[in-house]
């Protein structure tokens, strides 16, 4: 069974820096591009961020708010992927997902999803 | 950026009822375009692909059309368990975005 689980999320002051990790288990997560999505309070989902597989060099991709401040990474020996949060605004307030992503029928497609872990950025 | 749009925002309908959902894209997405349903407190699942494909385990009742910008999600008889938020999504150019949702509550 696939499982994500993601942790790190927590309050944390304007211009402060929060890491988030995520436990992947049940698939083969070397192979797999991940990606993160969020979702602020009571909103709809935000696309943040991606990382191809290192088999094709590990290359992340990034929103334009979040670009130049937040840093995808993975370790695919720690079965683990991270969100390094940096610089952070009240407008990154969200619940953060970790997800996998698969190619179905030719399309990039967000098939496995985490419980997600809330971001509080506040004074 | 791909903008998306969904219409309606939100619909209230009935058990039994048939919904009808849709996503315009500001530039055409080809078929890369995926619906996702949310529950309340609850991560977003896929349940269309490729704009027409459905996702195993998901009911038949759910099905998906379109291509290039105008796409539909349709639920052809609501049960109570559809009751949820949706949305669309395209993974046809960086950055991937999603439509705004569409929250079909209970008449």
């Known amino acids: 069974e696939v499982q994500l689980v993601e942790s790190g999320g927590g309050l944390v002051k304007p211009g402060g820096s929060l890491r988030l990790s995520c436990a992947a288990s049940?698939?083969?997560?070397?192979?797999?591009?991940m990606n993160w999505v969020r979702q602020a309070p009571g909103k709809g989902l935000e696309w943040v961020g991606r990382?191809?597989?290192?088999?094709?060099?590990?290359?992340?991709d990034y929103a334009d708010p979040v670009k130049g401040r937040f840093t995808i990474s993975r370790d695919d020996s720690k079965k683990a992927l991270y969100l390094q949060m940096n610089s952070l605004k009240t407008e990154d307030t969200a619940v953060y997902f970790c997800?996998?992503?698969?190619?179905?029928?030719?399309?990039?497609?967000?098939?496995?999803w985490g419980q997600g872990t809330l971001v509080t950025v506040s004074s | 950026d791909i903008q998306l749009t969904q219409s309606p925002s939100s619909l209230s309908a009935s058990i039994g009822d048939r919904v009808t959902i849709t996503c315009r894209a500001s530039?055409?997405?080809?078929?890369?375009l995926n619906w996702y349903q949310q529950k309340p407190g609850k991560a977003p699942k896929v349940l269309i692909y490729?704009?027409?494909s459905l996702q195993s385990g998901v009911p038949s009742r759910f099905s998906g059309s379109g291509s290039g910008t105008d796409f539909t999600l349709t639920i052809s008889s609501l049960q109570p368990e559809d009751f949820a938020t949706y949305y669309c999504?395209?993974?046809?150019?960086?950055?991937?975005?999603f439509g705004q949702g569409t929250n079909v509550e209970i008449k």
């Open positions: 049940g698939f083969g997560l070397s192979g797999t591009w």
């Open positions: 490729a704009a027409s």
């Open positions: 997800s996998a992503l698969s190619t179905w029928g030719g399309v990039i497609v967000i098939s496995y």
């Open positions: 999504q395209q993974s046809y150019t960086i950055p991937w975005t």
């Open positions: 990382i191809k597989a290192e088999a094709g060099g590990g290359a992340t």
């Open positions: 530039q055409s997405t080809g078929n890369y």
